[in-house]
């Protein structure tokens, strides 16, 4: 991928998301004023969510970690690159992961072409403990924000940085 694609590539997935962040404020309010679950995907802005190194994994810990949602995000250009879910956040990055190599090769690239990229990872406890529970509102926000790095979503920004 040259600079020029990779630009563009990055730019159309910015305006998705900030679309969906500018939306977010925008939503008709309930005459009811019912409480928004802690479930509820509209609640979670992941860029507002306190980021961690991506080499969190590699700091000692005394438990496996707790159920949580974390998003991958490339904060010099406010980029949500992945959205995961785990049920032991100590563990989850420890083995493979696609998304490990996925972010290396993204990184990769950027230095290449010298661009600035600032890839953190952040989490959000707030995640239901039950597997599934986690799992459907994982997908719902995969869907909403269109994260590139996630396969559910390769059908609208291909798949650049899956190779090698």
């Keep these: 991928m040259d600079e ?3 630009t563009k590539w990055k730019q159309k997935i910015i305006i998705h998301q900030q ?21 509820d995907p509209d609640i979670i802005d992941p860029f507002t969510i306190q980021l961690s190194a991506l080499s969190f994994y590699r ?3 005394d438990s496996p970690g707790q ?10 250009t406010n ?3 992945y959205i995961g879910e785990t049920c032991k956040s100590n563990q989850r990055w420890k083995g493979v992961h ?7 090769n993204y990184i990769d690239l950027h230095y290449r072409y010298e661009l600035k990229t600032a890839v953190n990872i952040g989490f959000w406890w707030d995640a239901p403990v039950l597997s599934k529970a986690r799992q459907r509102l ?10 590139p790095f996630n396969k559910e979503n390769w059908k609208y920004w291909g798949q650049p940085f899956g190779k090698g």
Aim: positive net charge.
């Design 4 to 6: 020029k694609t990779l």
């Design 19 to 39: 679309q969906v962040r500018t939306s977010e404020s925008n939503q008709q309010v309930s005459l009811f004023n019912l409480p928004k679950s802690h479930v």
């Design 59 to 61: 700091l000692p810990v």
């Design 67 to 76: 159920a949580c949602l974390y998003f991958v995000i490339d904060m010099s």
């Design 79 to 81: 980029l949500l690159l």
């Design 98 to 104: 696609d998304c490990k190599r996925y972010i290396e």
């Design 138 to 147: 994982e997908l719902s926000l995969i869907q909403k924000w269109k994260s």
